[in-house]
């Protein structure tokens, strides 16, 4: 049977290093609070002109060079974001041009923070399918341009950053590495804890003076729920995909949590008795990235020989939807 496989990952972040200190001068708000809330001391936000899908080019790039592949060898694009160039089309399509594939399918996904798992599975059910073979999956966001920078927004905009993650998946009959499974899930009627109200096509216009005076082309966030279903839903889900192949956490390698928090993180890792070294975090030194930070964590942990082939990994998020999942995979 067909599996997909990692042939190569990549990631890009700006250059712009944006510390708590420099926030601190934006904003009511200190190192010390942000470090002890968050985790975070600090995040990258683009210049103008680097967008979400130079991130993107960049990244794609890069784990096209580890699988020693060129753009024309790509069959499809699977691209997750919830904060595109444009409100239409999306990101695939410029990273299609710009990376200089071929006319290949570009399709964007906005699972916003679970955005790289559910784009993970769509293009593993490609590959298993036998429709695409060699597809390019990428997480990429510019958080930064939609920050409510005063101090009415500073439990949102400390948290948020920018940067993109890439990897290109291939098939393989080899049944013991690969993509095993996932297990994904939303629960809408909890949307608006995480949303960008404006600009949609429901208002007449779609954007006017007065939402960007009420703030509502801002990321809002309500963080005490968005904490209390996230560390619920990550621990049960990741139990889920392990037990649906009669697995259980203590046979998790590595386990790469969605940079959401530091805090949420030690939580998932305690509430599935994992130790330190079952878990990656690199929320330090990026923020949320939201469909990001899985595929750049992938690429620090697969650069620095963090994973080695036989390893077995699970990916877990949550985020704005509320969106979460899992996916398990033997390296
Ligand atoms: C955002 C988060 C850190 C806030 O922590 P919290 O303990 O819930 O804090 P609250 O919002 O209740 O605020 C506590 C106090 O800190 C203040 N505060 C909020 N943000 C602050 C900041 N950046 N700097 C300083 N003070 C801040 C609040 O105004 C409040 O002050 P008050 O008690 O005088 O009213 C926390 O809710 C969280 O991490 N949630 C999950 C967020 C997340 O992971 N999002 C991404 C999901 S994909």
């Given at each position: 049977?067909?599996?997909a496989?990692?042939l190569?990952?990549?990631?890009?972040?700006?250059?712009?290093?944006v510390?708590?200190?420099?926030?601190?001068?934006?904003?009511?708000?200190?190192d010390e609070?942000?470090?002890?809330?968050t985790?975070i001391?600090?995040?990258?936000?683009?210049?103008?002109?680097?967008?979400g899908?130079?991130?993107?080019?960049?990244?794609?790039?890069?784990?096209l060079?580890?699988?020693?592949?060129?753009?024309?060898?790509?069959?499809?694009?699977?691209?997750?974001?919830?904060t595109p160039d444009?409100?239409?089309?999306?990101?695939g399509?410029y990273?299609q041009?710009?990376?200089?594939?071929?006319?290949?399918?570009?399709?964007?996904?906005?699972?916003?923070?679970?955005?790289?798992?559910?784009?993970?599975?769509?293009?593993?059910a490609w590959?298993?399918?036998?429709?695409?073979?060699?597809?390019?999956?990428?997480?990429?966001?510019?958080?930064?341009?939609?920050?409510?920078?005063?101090?009415?927004g500073?439990?949102?905009?400390?948290?948020?950053?920018?940067?993109?993650?890439?990897?290109?998946?291939?098939?393989?009959?080899?049944?013991?590495?690969?993509?095993?499974?996932?297990?994904?899930?939303?629960e809408?009627?909890?949307?608006?804890?995480?949303?960008?109200?404006?600009?949609?096509?429901?208002?007449?216009?779609?954007?006017?003076?007065?939402?960007?005076?009420?703030?509502?082309?801002?990321?809002q966030?309500?963080?005490?729920?968005?904490f209390?279903?996230?560390?619920?839903?990550m621990?049960?889900?990741?139990?889920?995909?392990?037990?649906?192949?009669g697995l259980?956490?203590?046979?998790?390698?590595?386990?790469?949590?969605?940079?959401?928090?530091?805090?949420?993180?030690?939580?998932?890792?305690?509430?599935?008795?994992?130790?330190?070294?079952?878990?990656?975090?690199?929320i330090?030194?990026?923020?949320?990235?939201?469909?990001?930070?899985i595929?750049?964590?992938?690429?620090?942990?697969?650069?620095?020989?963090?994973?080695?082939q036989?390893?077995l990994?699970?990916f877990?998020?949550?985020?704005s939807?509320f969106?979460?999942?899992?996916?398990?995979?033997?390296?």
């Amino acid at each position: 049977m067909t599996r997909a496989v990692f042939l190569g990952t990549g990631m890009a972040v700006p250059d712009r290093v944006v510390t708590n200190d420099d926030l601190a001068s934006l904003m009511d708000t200190s190192d010390e609070w942000i470090r002890t809330r968050t985790g975070i001391s600090e995040r990258r936000w683009v210049r103008e002109g680097e967008t979400g899908v130079s991130l993107a080019l960049r990244a794609s790039r890069a784990a096209l060079e580890m699988a020693a592949l060129a753009p024309a060898d790509i069959d499809a694009i699977v691209y997750a974001t919830s904060t595109p160039d444009h409100f239409a089309p999306g990101g695939g399509v410029y990273l299609q041009d710009q990376l200089g594939t071929g006319p290949v399918p570009a399709l964007d996904v906005r699972a916003q923070c679970s955005g790289f798992i559910y784009a993970l599975s769509v293009a593993d059910a490609w590959i298993r399918a036998g429709s695409y073979r060699r597809i390019l999956v990428v997480g990429s966001e510019v958080q930064s341009t939609g920050m409510d920078l005063s101090t009415e927004g500073r439990h949102t905009a400390v948290i948020f950053a920018d940067g993109a993650g890439a990897a290109v998946l291939g098939p393989t009959d080899d049944d013991s590495r690969g993509i095993i499974g996932f297990d994904i899930h939303s629960e809408g009627a909890q949307a608006e804890h995480l949303w960008v109200d404006a600009p949609g096509s429901m208002y007449h216009p779609r954007i006017s003076a007065k939402h960007i005076e009420e703030g509502r082309h801002f990321l809002q966030m309500d963080g005490k729920e968005v904490f209390r279903h996230a560390v619920v839903r990550m621990p049960e889900s990741v139990r889920a995909v392990l037990a649906a192949r009669g697995l259980t956490p203590a046979d998790i390698g590595l386990l790469i949590p969605h940079q959401a928090n530091l805090r949420i993180s030690e939580m998932v890792q305690k509430s599935l008795g994992l130790s330190q070294d079952q878990v990656y975090n690199n929320i330090m030194r990026y923020g949320n990235t939201t469909s990001a930070t899985i595929p750049i964590a992938l690429d620090e942990c697969v650069r620095s020989g963090r994973v080695k082939q036989g390893d077995l990994l699970v990916f877990t998020a949550f985020g704005s939807g509320f969106t979460w999942g899992s996916a398990l995979v033997r390296w």
